[in-house]
């Protein structure tokens, strides 16, 4: 249970981070050149798009560690 948690918390860690980065970077680079409505559909379509696509990416690099730490585990 103590690793399911810990993985968990590395895969929303991950989701965190890559998400803040993409936003930060889409406003400082984007957001100055859209009219209003254009800030709208670009937020929809980013919780359409991006946040599912993180989520994924987050998981696989989760189970990556973890593929990883027991493949170390039983090496050593």
């Given at each position: 249970m103590k690793t399911f948690l810990v993985y968990t918390g590395?895969?929303?860690?991950?989701?965190?981070?890559?998400?803040?980065?993409?936003?930060?970077?889409?406003?400082?680079?984007?957001?100055?050149f859209l009219v209003e409505e254009q800030r709208v559909e670009s937020g929809l379509l980013m919780l359409q798009t991006t946040l599912p696509a993180y989520f994924v990416w987050s998981v696989i690099v989760s189970l990556v560690f973890y593929w990883i730490a027991k493949r170390l585990k039983n090496k050593y």
């Open positions: 590395l895969t929303l860690l991950n989701f965190a981070v890559c998400f803040f980065i993409f936003n930060y970077s889409f406003n400082q680079q984007a957001t100055p």
